[in-house]
């Protein structure tokens, strides 16, 4: 299985410039995948340093062992969240890190395996089960949420979560089809997107915004990730990197509000004369505006069209 795992990393030497990685330094990987970025760490900070990977799917931790092995004890594996980084390092005993890398969304290898369900390809429809989840061996399924989700609920995921038109009249159609019956597959959810007539006239197709939003909501996306920018904060050691490659603007808009707000530090009211919450900066922001591959890379690897990539550095305490 593991030499069928493809993905191709993105903004690969962009990314390892931003975490400075120099040899023996200590870098956690929040999303290892096919461990592409992974591998181009290690080369850099290996022998003596040590690369922490931790990804949610089984199948993507198997791939990178396979291809890290050559790298012996200088790489770590842990199946967790990156919302819990902080505890997954501390099961290895460690406390602080150089950098942080994550590389947000889902890989090409999960994308492009029908049975996890993250494509919505009409010509496998049929075959290709409501899943979405990056762990499958926990959480419910796209057909689970479709089946048991209030029309508030399904309508308020796409609007928020796929900023979709129409969201109000998919949900009740959703709500209309599996009262006859269950949504199984994405064929099924396709055919109910049509039938309600989402998107239509409009140039693009509003599966992809309808799959975005499930797949945000069946993984706790965007809660994931802002616990996630807190947790890789709180590991940091003074002057580590913290770098995150996201995929659509609602990814971004909270990498940027999060950055934003660790490097400002004082959350009081802007009227109030004096800070009473002692909150100090704790980043300082590298990139203002968020790095984009270049042309060269998009047209190799047209999947890296929509990456943005932020780095911070993380200041030390004040005194
Ligand atoms: C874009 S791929 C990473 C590719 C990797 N950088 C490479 O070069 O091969 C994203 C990976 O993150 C994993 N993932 C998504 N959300 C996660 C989360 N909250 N915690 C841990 N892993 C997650 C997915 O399972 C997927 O394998």
């Given at each position: 299985m593991s030499s069928d795992f493809h993905h191709v990393p993105v903004l690969l030497a962009e990314s390892s410039e931003y975490l400075h990685l120099k040899p023996g330094a200590v870098i956690l990987d929040g999303t290892l995948g096919g461990g592409g970025h992974a591998e181009a760490i290690l080369d850099r900070i290996a022998p003596g340093g040590l690369l922490v990977g931790l990804d949610l799917d089984e199948q993507a931790l198997s791939a990178s062992a396979t291809r890290l092995a050559r790298f012996g004890d200088s790489v770590r594996f842990v199946q967790s969240s990156f919302r819990h980084l902080d505890d997954a390092l501390r099961s290895l005993g460690i406390e602080s890190v150089d950098g942080v890398l994550l590389d947000l969304g889902v890989s090409s290898f999960q994308l492009d395996t029908?049975?996890?369900?993250?494509?919505?390809?009409s010509s496998t429809g049929h075959a290709t089960p409501l899943d979405m989840r990056m762990d499958p061996s926990c959480g419910s399924s796209a057909a689970e949420l479709l089946g048991r989700a209030s029309a508030e609920e399904l309508q308020g995921w796409f609007q928020r979560y796929g900023e979709l038109p129409g969201s109000k009249r998919l949900a009740r159609a959703i709500t209309q089809h599996r009262a006859n019956e269950p949504l199984r597959t994405t064929a099924d959810l396709l055919r109910v997107i049509e039938d309600a007539g989402i998107g239509r006239g409009r140039r693009h197709n509003p599966a992809t915004l309808v799959f975005q939003a499930l797949r945000i909501a069946v993984n706790d996306e965007l809660a994931a990730l802002e616990q996630g920018l807190e947790a890789a904060v709180s590991v940091l050691r003074p002057g580590g990197r913290l770098v995150v490659i996201s995929y659509h603007s609602l990814e971004d808009r909270i990498v940027k509000h999060s950055f934003r707000a660790a490097a400002k530090g004082c959350v009081c009211?802007?009227?109030?004369?004096?800070?009473?919450?002692g909150r100090a900066p704790s980043l300082e922001i590298m990139n203002r505006r968020p790095l984009r591959p270049s042309s060269t890379e998009t047209e190799a690897n047209p999947r890296s069209r929509s990456a943005r990539l932020r780095a911070a550095k993380r200041i030390p305490a004040a005194a």
């Open positions: 029908p049975d996890r369900g993250f494509r919505f390809a009211p802007p009227k109030q004369p004096v800070c009473t919450c």
